[in-house]
């Protein structure tokens, strides 16, 4: 007995260092982006800045908050979660209630399942998509960005789980009760399941908060790209035009710009995401007993 609680006090230590230092490697290249991002120009670019800033400057980060495309840029990000986490969690809640019920209650579900499931496995590829979007008059347009990706079939599967997972008799005593499936699903399984939305939530705001490539190619006018596409093309194509004069130019540089362009973009998922972590472990385990 004595040996079996030493092995196991052994394998948590062990998980517990191998978890540290994978957390510190993960967290090396951040606070090496933030120093890089707070130095000046000369210590950025003489390669000198490791993990703490050399020669402090704000300057960066006055620059990007004064450029108006950034600004136009984060405000199109934030719309588009906005829109793209509404639409989404309401899309998967009403699709994953009814297929989480019974063949003998919803007589299609087999056939909608596997009509669910044959799109994860075959989609019409980057064309076909592109051709839908531009018919339906979308290019150009918020909802470009946001309607394509609406329905994500692993949430749809996540939320399915869960709702399968809660007592039958919750619904069964309900509709004694009187309650329609409108009533049950927003007030009784809805609140039941925010675990799980929560978990979907923190997906979905990811999903499009990262997202850069359907705005390069969807979006015709750069006033109109997502923060991350303006910021694919200010790395690939650095534009320091709004400085004119030597005293600028000394104070910044392209490498602190595109660092402190990266951290901004950072700080909105970091803030949130302490919110919703608490939700996470619960959110993620498919079809547990619920007491």
Not at 65 to 70: S, V
Not at 181 to 187: D, G, K, N, V
Request: with cysteine; hydrophobic share 50%.
């Amino acid at each position: 007995m004595g040996s079996k609680k030493s092995s196991q006090q052994l394998a948590t230590i062990v998980i517990s260092i191998a978890m540290l230092v994978l957390g510190i490697v993960c967290l090396l290249p951040v606070i090496h982006i933030i120093a890089f991002s707070l130095s000046s120009p000369a210590a950025a670019n003489s390669g000198k800045v490791l993990l703490w800033p050399i020669e402090f400057s704000l300057d960066a980060y006055t620059y990007i908050m004064d450029e108006p495309k950034f600004g136009k840029s984060f405000l199109v990000s934030l719309e588009r979660v906005g829109l793209g986490l509404s639409i989404s969690c309401l899309l998967t809640l009403l699709t994953a209630y009814p297929l989480s019920k019974e063949s003998a209650r919803f007589r299609s579900r087999t056939f909608y399942v596997w009509f669910f499931v044959t799109t994860m496995l075959f989609s019409g590829g980057l064309i076909p998509t592109y051709m839908v979007v531009r018919a339906y008059g979308l290019l150009d347009t918020i909802w470009a960005l946001v309607l394509p990706g609406a329905v994500q079939v692993f949430n749809i599967t996540l939320m399915l789980n869960f709702f399968r997972g809660l007592p039958k008799e919750l619904d069964e005593s309900a509709f004694v009760d009187g309650a329609g499936h409108w009533t049950i699903l927003f007030r009784i399984s809805l609140p039941l399941s925010l675990p799980s939305l929560a978990t979907i939530a923190l997906f979905t705001m990811v999903g499009h908060w990262n997202a850069w490539f359907d705005g390069l190619i969807y979006m015709n006018r750069p006033e109109h790209y997502p923060l991350q596409t303006y910021l694919q093309t200010i790395v690939t194509n650095p534009d320091m035009s709004r400085i004119t004069n030597f005293a600028e130019l000394k104070n910044i540089s392209t490498r602190t710009v595109k660092t402190a362009q990266i951290i901004v973009a950072m700080l909105p998922i970091i803030v949130v995401y302490p919110f919703l972590q608490r939700f996470f472990v619960k959110g993620i385990v498919l079809g547990s007993v619920k007491g």
